[in-house]
């Protein structure tokens, strides 16, 4: 296989598509892990108007950490290699919901998917080298408050709507911290990891919030919240050769501007701590 290989989350629409399509646009060949298979069927009809490659997609739920490692799989068994993993898919969700594996559905999709994808992909990246990997986070994590990895990670008590932003933001507080303990764990000559504010973007409103299409619908008109800004930060971490030993970086969309995890989540102890709790759990809730 000559051209090189991205795989993205959550391409099938927002900022993912357009990432896909920019990608695609690039010479690469395209895997896409998703949910949906008509949304899935329409990013590759869609996707034969730019390549004429083959667009790959693997089928599943990535807030069931069974489907997750499934999917990781399938990928790792697919290609010779993998230059590029774009860990894109989110869910804002504004009331509880809890998974068939007892786990917080927000917390699942948002951290401990990716977390599991990553992991089950990661000798591949490395038999790859040089890869990169781009995890998607928000600015969000600056309403994160506190962080206490080994209850948060386990929290399936109901909230409200407004309780809903702390604790997403939590989630993408937790996607930095591990971004930056990922890092120092990989051998950053073979395999790079980066993460990402991609701001305010009109796409995949809240899908649990009520009259979400029709806010879309007015800042598309307005011109507000332009995605093509958020997915050119995760293209260019993906590809621009000004990016290739950078590691363990938080990027703004904005001129991809470096920016600090926000606090509580800065300190290295409070990373690990976060990386230690995950493993923890994940060895109560196998992975499949």
Not at 131 to 159: C, F, H, K, W
Not at 190 to 197: A, E, L, S
Request: proline share 6%.
């Amino acid at each position: 296989m000559d051209r090189p290989v991205a795989v993205i989350t959550g391409a099938t629409s927002g900022l993912g598509r357009i990432a896909a399509f920019e990608l695609a646009r690039q010479g690469y060949r395209i895997g896409t892990v998703a949910r949906s298979r008509n949304r899935a069927e329409a990013l590759v009809t869609d996707l034969k108007a730019v390549t004429d490659e083959p667009v790959d997609v693997f089928h599943a739920d990535l807030g069931l950490l069974s489907e997750a490692r499934r999917a990781g799989e399938e990928i790792a068994a697919c290609y010779p290699r993998l230059d590029v993993l774009v860990n894109n898919a989110g869910l804002h969700a504004f009331t509880q919901r809890v998974t068939t594996e007892g786990l917080a559905e927000m917390t699942a999709v948002n951290y401990l998917g990716p977390f599991v994808l990553t992991a089950v992909l990661t000798a591949k990246l490395g038999a790859s080298a040089p890869a990169r990997i781009v995890n998607v986070a928000s600015e969000a994590s600056r309403q994160a408050g506190t962080i206490s990895p080994v209850e948060d990670l386990r929290r399936t008590e109901p909230y409200t709507r407004r309780e809903s932003m702390s604790l997403y933001g939590r989630t993408k507080l937790m996607t930095i911290m591990w971004t930056q303990e990922l890092a120092r764990r990989l051998d950053a000559d073979r395999v790079t990891v980066n993460c990402c504010d991609p701001g305010f973007n009109a796409t995949g409103l809240g899908r649990d919030l009520p009259g979400s299409a029709i806010l879309q619908r007015v800042l598309n008109t307005l011109n507000i919240g332009d995605p093509r800004k958020g997915a050119g930060i995760i293209v260019r971490l993906a590809t621009d050769p000004a990016f290739a030993g950078t590691t363990g970086g938080y990027f703004s969309a904005r001129g991809a501007r470096p920016l600090p995890c926000p606090e509580p989540g800065r300190d290295p102890r409070a990373q690990r701590e976060l990386w230690d709790a995950t493993t923890e759990l994940l060895a109560v809730h196998p992975a499949g």
